[in-house]
């Protein structure tokens, strides 16, 4: 059982946006930054979003993040095939003085 | 380009320690904090301990508390992960990551290829 919470599943088709929700609590996501990977197949993850809402360079601006209280999201807009791969959220929790993932959601593009 | 790359891994049996390695090149390793997170076979990403830039603060989830230890050579630009008291559940491709920060780091984000430990009998 992850610390965050995220669903297992989404799906678009090409074009459409698509948002990934991710639930915590105050001891992270209510008093920390979030993060979001992306994980391609065989591949290790790569950064797509950090503090809430800031894209590293390099990562296309249909990627952004928001953050409300103790939950956070990842929004994709205008989907596209190659962002079939799996999503993690991440914060760090202060009462477990570690970083936490959420369980991780397959997107699919239909 | 930064660079990380993990050793060390393979099959070990139940009770047996393993220490992972993780060569970093490409960026001045000595300021950035460094992790491990494991992912089991086909299953999410698992944080596992992180340790500052200096070394002088090391964090551990509670799964590995006690059993496992981080450390780091500034001199080598070498990042460990000692196991001890290895268990099945600890079967999982180990990645090496860099951070400029442990709570709220920045863009600064990279990951190794993975290294995969084995724990079986």
């Known amino acids: 059982q992850s610390v965050l919470t995220q669903p297992p599943s989404a799906s678009g088709t090409p074009g459409q946006r698509v948002t990934i929700p991710c639930s915590g609590s105050?001891?992270?996501?209510?008093?920390?930054?979030v993060y979001w990977y992306q994980q391609l197949a065989g591949t290790a993850p790569k950064l797509l979003i950090y503090?809430?809402?800031q894209r590293p360079s390099g990562v296309p601006d249909r990627f952004s993040g928001s953050k409300s209280g103790t939950s956070a999201s990842l929004a994709i807009s205008g989907l596209r095939s190659e962002d079939e791969a799996d999503y993690y959220c991440?914060?760090?929790?202060?009462?477990?003085?570690?970083?936490?993932f959420g369980g991780g959601t397959k997107l699919t593009v239909l | 380009q930064v660079q990380l790359v993990e050793s060390g891994g393979g099959v070990v049996q139940p009770g047996r320690s393993l220490r992972l390695s993780c060569a970093a090149s490409?960026?001045?390793?000595?300021?950035?904090?460094m992790h491990w997170v494991r992912q089991a076979p086909g299953k999410g990403l698992e944080w596992v301990a992180a340790?500052?830039?200096?070394?002088?603060?090391?964090f551990y989830a509670d799964s590995v508390k006690g059993r496992f230890a981080i450390s780091r050579d500034n001199s080598k630009n070498t990042l460990y992960l000692e196991m001890n008291s290895l268990r099945a559940e600890d079967t999982a491709v180990y990645y090496c990551?860099?951070?400029?920060?442990?709570?709220?780091?920045?863009?600064?984000?990279?990951w190794g290829q993975g290294n995969l430990v084995s724990v079986s009998s």
């Open positions: 503090r809430n809402n």
């Open positions: 340790i500052l830039y200096d070394g002088s603060n090391k």
């Open positions: 991440a914060a760090w929790d202060g009462s477990l003085r570690g970083r936490v």
């Open positions: 990551a860099s951070t400029d920060g442990v709570a709220t780091p920045g863009y600064f984000d990279y």
């Open positions: 490409g960026f001045a390793f000595s300021s950035y904090a």
């Open positions: 105050s001891s992270n996501i209510g008093s920390n930054s």
